[in-house]
């Protein structure tokens, strides 16, 4: 549910989880928290696809019982896809997380405004930008802004066609240090090379990455 903050996210899947019966793992005694973290917050507004959520049990069960007991419970607006069993000493499923799949839908340009077929001039931009050594800019801060590189946080990006209007595919890095790569930046900064505004009309988070796949495509 792209409306909802990640408090309401994490209070919907507690719920459900409680409602399926699952012996769920808590913090301390009965009435504490259901132990549930998710790979990394979601924005409020972002649609999403193949988000990771840790949940910890006390007991074992098979997958398919799991899946039993929660499908009829899973909040409005999601679906369980695949269930994993994990080992339990593992790290932490946000210490995992390394980047992020964006699929980026933006308002299709005129032709006064581009001059040339959109996509192509996107393409080009996309080149420019992945062979940039720095691409500097503005992050909000409190009331004032920061400046900061967004490059190091770009891993890919690529301009494709769809029946919606132009696509940007990217990739962006979740870094302990320097942050986390946004899409819209993303996008901000291609408007800048092809040196008009790029209207976004919708964004999904596509995957969440985890460290031992950062090189897959």
């Known amino acids: 549910m792209a409306d909802q903050t990640q408090r309401q996210v994490a209070e919907a899947w507690e719920s459900a989880l409680?409602?399926?019966?699952?012996?769920?793992?808590r913090a301390g005694d009965a009435r504490s928290r259901p132990r549930v973290s998710f790979g990394a917050p979601l924005p409020v507004g972002m649609a999403a696809d193949a988000e990771l959520i840790d949940?910890?049990?006390?007991?074992?069960?098979?997958?398919?019982?799991?899946?039993?007991?929660?499908?009829?419970?899973?909040?409005?607006g999601w679906w369980l896809v695949e269930a994993h069993d994990v080992w339990l000493a593992g790290p932490p499923l946000a210490g995992r997380v390394a980047a992020a799949d964006h699929r980026v839908v933006l308002e299709p340009p005129t032709p006064a405004e581009t001059g040339a077929d959109p996509v192509d001039r996107l393409a080009d931009a996309c080149a420019v930008l992945l062979a940039a050594r720095r691409l500097e800019r503005q992050r909000?801060?409190?009331?004032?802004?920061?400046?900061?590189?967004?490059?190091p946080l770009v891993i890919d990006v690529r301009a494709e066609a769809a029946g919606e209007g132009p696509v940007i595919e990217t990739r962006t890095r979740f870094h302990p240090e320097l942050g986390t790569g946004r899409p819209e930046e993303v996008v901000g900064a291609l408007g800048d090379i092809v040196g008009m505004p790029l209207v976004i009309a919708s964004i999904t988070r596509r995957r969440l990455v985890l460290a031992d796949d950062i090189d897959e495509r």
């Open 55 to 76: 949940v910890v049990l006390t007991e074992r069960w098979p997958l398919w019982r799991v899946r039993e007991a929660l499908e009829p419970h899973v909040p409005a």
């Open 18 to 25: 409680d409602a399926a019966g699952l012996p769920i793992a």
């Open 140 to 151: 909000r801060k409190g009331d004032g802004a920061v400046a900061y590189d967004l490059r």
